[in-house]
């Protein structure tokens, strides 16, 4: 009966244990989330996904309220971007999020990101790009 009661108990077990490593195998909700937006992104935004990354990316960012960012991605180069090329960024902006899925999803990190504070015509909110601006934009992207 001992004997019984034991193998009843470790099929049990096992069967638990099965269970709990299937579950653990399957994405969490957060990465299943996270992928389905880079999908959406990727649809929305498909050139900055064929971007390359040779000399890093460069993301241009602009304010639009307090706290409200919007930003832009090309990738780097040994020459400045025209004020044409910049402006143009701001039809098809990014959020800070979106845009640091994108770099992810791209394997960009550290310093081949190069974030350079820009101001946009159309932005209507007034800052001035200093020192502690520049510092504050970074800090978004680290």
């Not at 064929?50 to 990316?57: R, S, T, V, Y």
């Amino acid at each position: 009966m001992m004997k019984m009661i034991f193998l009843t108990a470790a099929v049990m077990l096992c069967l638990v244990s099965c269970g709990a490593e299937v579950e653990n195998n399957s994405l969490p909700s957060s990465q299943v989330q996270s992928s389905a937006d880079v999908e959406s992104l990727r649809e929305k935004y498909p050139e900055y996904f064929e971007l390359g990354d040779f000399k890093g990316i460069e993301v241009y960012v602009w304010q639009m309220a307090e706290d409200s960012y919007q930003c832009g991605l090309m990738s780097g180069t040994n020459r400045n971007k025209t004020e044409e090329e910049i402006t143009a960024l701001a039809q098809k902006p990014l959020t800070v999020d979106e845009a640091k899925l994108i770099l992810d999803e791209l394997g960009v990190k550290g310093s081949d990101i190069i974030v350079i504070p820009v101001i946009q015509p159309y932005s209507s909110y007034h800052y001035e790009i200093d020192d502690e601006y520049r510092e504050r934009v970074e800090k978004l992207f680290k």
